[in-house]
């Protein structure tokens, strides 16, 4: 099996939301990008290759089994659970990945 990683992010405001996107779409590992969105967050633009779902809140049962269902095939799951814009260290992921 190879290593690939799902990321699942909080929608946030859409310049910290396309800097953390631009930081996991670097990682090679990577493999899908999945923004959650709540009732009241609704129309957030994604980039390229991005996908949503809604889940009634950020911190619900039901985030957690849409995460489930979503991760597919990917061995790693990221969930990043602040709106503030991610900064990768060098190689953390991989790191990350190498450890689990």
């Known amino acids: 099996m190879h290593n690939k990683i799902s990321c ?3 929608v946030a405001e859409p310049a ?3 800097q953390t996107i631009n930081e996991l ?8 990008i999945y923004v959650m969105t709540t ?8 980039p390229e290759g991005v ?4 889940v009634p ?11 489930a269902q979503k991760a597919g095939d990917a061995s ?11 900064k990768l260290g ?5 790191r990350m990945v190498q450890s689990a």
């Open 51 to 54: 996908a949503s779902f809604e």
């Open 8 to 10: 699942f992010l909080p």
């Open 57 to 67: 809140a950020l911190n619900s049962t039901h985030m957690v089994k849409a995460i």
């Open 25 to 32: 779409k670097a990682v090679e590992l990577v493999s899908e």
């Open 76 to 86: 790693h799951v990221l969930l990043y659970t602040k709106s503030l814009p991610l």
């Open 39 to 46: 009732p009241e967050s609704k129309g957030a633009e994604l």
């Open 90 to 94: 060098a190689l953390s992921l991989e």
């Open 16 to 18: 910290d939301l396309k």
